[in-house]
């Protein structure tokens, strides 16, 4: 069918919204409230366009095209209905951009500054909420709140965690958790996919780049510095580089201007959990289970399953996180190789995550009083940083990391895509069950955005089964299937947020997903390119073991690399 | 409330969906006087929802309460005739009397506090009603002596 939009003639398909219509023609309505692949809700009316011929203004985000509708998304008319949205959603609004974490990067104060907005033409009285600083992850500040709702589709419809909902009525309506308590007695997993959605500044990370700064400025304080493998591929973005754009060089060589005096990659930590994994897999392997065997890198899917699925503990590994085993191998053994104090270190993590803040500060994670990670910053704090300092990242020179840890194989880096730690783990564990090379390394049955993959490998006699799963919602589904035993798995890979780390709560803000897209392929480019390319081939990983760590399984990796879990009363 | 009481009245509502939520929280309020975290989070249970979910449907509605209601329950009429014979100032006096919102219970127990939209006593307007009686006609200077006579009657 033929829809007119802005004069132009379009063709439409059945069902199809004007505002898709319209995107693919690339005008640009504005939104709010709209969530690409979900249901249209139709709360936030900024997207209306002009009707010709009836003069309605209709929300183009939820009005099916039809054949012969002309529309204008621009008329007088529309704008400033528009316009008086915004003015409207001001009217309660804080008005202290200046101070705010979304300065710069808030999509109301964006249409605010598009539409003309110039002047406070509605004075309601402003909202007083309670700031929720009780997670060690995510600030909510419901004063900034708009109540658009995406931050509870998202955690609902996406996350099937469901920690927050519209509480109240009327004009005392707001977002909340159940009996109006903080998200660190909810169910909240700290995933920040509410605050990669939220259009203003009701909902952030926790900003901990002071605690890096006082430590930078002391002179006696060894700063030691490790970076996530899905960073050096995102990070370019908010220094106006082509997405996907892998910097990890000038990233290294920003981080020695601003002062840290060790630099080791994430990768490292994540080529270690390799081996430590794939040796768990193995001996289930070889001693019948129990399985499935679950991935224990994403700390928002450890929490999700010690608060929803405790009955699967014994079968998620007890692999700490690849940023907790570097951080470990940093404090106990690095300061000891290198006579330094570690109470004199400071061990500063860049992560694509908000929930590695909580994972850092759990039990286990620190030797006596001396925390193995003493800071996480997400991507965009650390982004914030290097703006702070002044760096002109065209003009950096690339540098290498710091040694010993400073070698990674691809297999650790490909970690930030979900897939790359299923990928990377059979990698290493057909080789410790065949003693031969994996024939052809790349598994790109587990590679993508889908949200549930499943993969079958030919290990020697053994046939393993696989499944890897991003976001949640996509987790619970599958878990169910697995309880209710039809569906049976060697092997799962489960990362909290849809597509890995690349699009984590930590990460650059974007919607689109083409975005997203060029984040994963510079990984596997990476990988492709990569000489090393698995994590047993490693050398300084295996000069490690020999040194320190023994064998993969050993006593001593078991202390300091290994960790267990809880079963978690929260408001459910 | 025991757990029985309320895993008794789930009975009554075997395989029910989440249609069936408001009269599940409104049976469970008649019971126990008010909805606690544990039944919130076990008719969710039973009806397949989150308690962020539950909360968010019972808080759009006046009737739910979150608290034990107080000894006393203080009802003030918010209604037209109240409203212009001057209400407000009465609602506001009895708040700074107890320290607390409407909807919420004293920390002492003894008191709760309602508003309600018409008594149905607009000739003694403004009114309020402590437990059912009434108290007509007030100015905001009595609250604070109708307060003290009920605290002195608490056990």
Not at chain 1, 97 to 102: A, F, M
Not at chain 2, 61 to 74: C, L
Request: with cysteine; proline share 5%; hydrophobic share 35%.
């Amino acid at each position: 069918m033929k829809v007119t939009i802005n004069n132009r003639v379009l063709e439409a398909s059945q069902g199809e919204t004007v505002l898709t219509v319209a995107a693919r023609a690339g005008i640009s309505i504005p939104t709010l409230c709209h969530m690409e692949g979900l249901a249209p809700t139709g709360a936030c009316r900024i997207c209306v366009v002009e009707e010709i011929g009836s003069g309605n203004l209709i929300p183009s985000c939820s009005q099916p095209a039809y054949d012969g509708m002309e529309i204008k998304t621009h008329s007088p008319k529309a704008l400033n209905a528009r316009k008086t949205i915004v003015e409207l959603l001001l009217a309660n609004h804080p008005d202290d951009c200046l101070y705010c974490i979304r300065n710069g990067c808030c999509t109301l104060q964006d249409y605010s500054e598009e539409l003309g907005v110039r002047q406070r033409k509605f004075k309601g009285d402003r909202s007083t909420y309670d700031l929720d600083v009780s997670s060690p992850s995510i600030v909510r500040d419901p004063d900034k709140c708009i109540l658009c709702g995406k931050c509870v589709r998202v955690c609902e419809e996406i996350q099937g965690v469901s920690a927050i909902d519209f509480v109240g009525r009327g004009s005392e309506t707001h977002i909340g958790c159940a009996f109006e308590e903080g998200l660190n007695v909810s169910s909240c997993v700290y995933c920040g996919q509410c605050i990669m959605v939220c259009p203003t500044g009701a909902l952030a990370e926790k900003d901990e780049t002071a605690r890096v700064l006082t430590a930078l400025r002391n002179p006696e304080i060894t700063v030691v510095v490790q970076h996530a493998p899905a960073i050096s591929v995102t990070i370019a973005e908010d220094f106006g580089i082509k997405p996907g754009t892998d910097i990890v060089e000038k990233m290294n060589g920003a981080m020695r201007r601003m002062g840290f005096d060790y630099i080791f990659p994430t990768s490292f930590g994540a080529d270690l959990t390799v081996i430590e994994e794939a040796n768990e897999l193995v001996q289930r392997v070889t001693s019948g289970g129990p399985f499935p065997l679950f991935t224990s890198c994403s700390p928002g899917w450890v929490k999700f399953m010690e608060e929803f699925y405790p009955e699967l503990m014994d079968n998620v590994s007890s692999c700490k996180s690849p940023q907790q085993m570097l951080g470990a191998v940093v404090k106990r053994i690095w300061t000891e190789d290198q006579k330094l104090d570690p109470k004199k270190v400071f061990h500063v993590s860049i992560m694509p995550c908000t929930a590695k803040k909580f994972e850092c500060d759990r039990p286990g994670m620190r030797d006596g009083s001396i925390r193995d990670v003493d800071v996480v910053l997400t991507t965009r704090e650390f982004d914030r940083m290097i703006k702070m300092f002044g760096i002109d990242l065209e003009q950096v020179d690339g540098e290498p990391a710091d040694n010993p840890y400073g070698q990674r194989s691809s297999a650790g880096k490909i970690f930030g895509a979900s897939g790359g730690v299923m990928e990377a783990a059979v990698r290493t564990a057909y080789q410790m069950i065949t003693g031969k090379e994996l024939p052809n390394l790349e598994i790109k049955t587990v590679r993508g955005f889908e949200g549930i993959k499943e993969t079958e490998v030919k290990v020697g006699d053994l046939v393993l089964k696989a499944a890897v799963v991003s976001g949640l919602g996509n987790a619970r589904k599958l878990l169910d299937s697995i309880i209710a035993g039809e569906k049976t798995y060697h092997f799962v890979e489960v990362m909290t947020c849809p597509g890995g780390c690349i699009a984590g709560g930590g990460q650059p803000f974007t919607s689109n997903p083409d975005v997203i897209r060029s984040r994963m392929m510079s990984l596997y480019s990476i990988d492709s390119a990569a000489e090393v390319r698995t994590a047993h081939s490693n050398e300084s990983l295996k000069k490690l073991y020999k040194d320190h760590l023994e064998k993969p399984g050993s006593h001593i990796a078991h202390e300091m690399l290994h960790t267990t879990y809880v079963k978690r009363e929260v408001l459910k | 409330m025991s757990l029985e009481r309320i895993n008794e009245i789930l009975k009554t509502y075997s395989n029910a969906g989440r249609d069936k939520l408001i009269p599940l929280l409104q049976d469970v309020q008649a019971e126990q006087g008010f909805l606690s975290k544990e039944s919130v989070q076990v008719i969710g249970r039973h009806l397949g929802l989150p308690a962020s979910k539950i909360f968010g449907v019972a808080t759009f509605y006046n009737q739910f309460r979150f608290e034990p209601m107080g000894q006393f329950h203080i009802q003030v009429c918010r209604g037209t005739a109240c409203h212009v014979k001057g209400s407000l100032p009465i609602l506001e006096s009895i708040q700074k009397e107890l320290e607390i919102q409407p909807g919420r219970t004293s920390k002492d127990g003894v008191f709760s506090l309602e508003v309600v939209a018409c008594i149905g006593a607009c000739g003694l307007a403004p009114v309020i009603a402590v437990n059912g009686e009434f108290h007509a006609r007030l100015e905001s200077d009595q609250v604070a002596g109708i307060i003290e006579s009920y605290r002195k009657k608490a056990v």
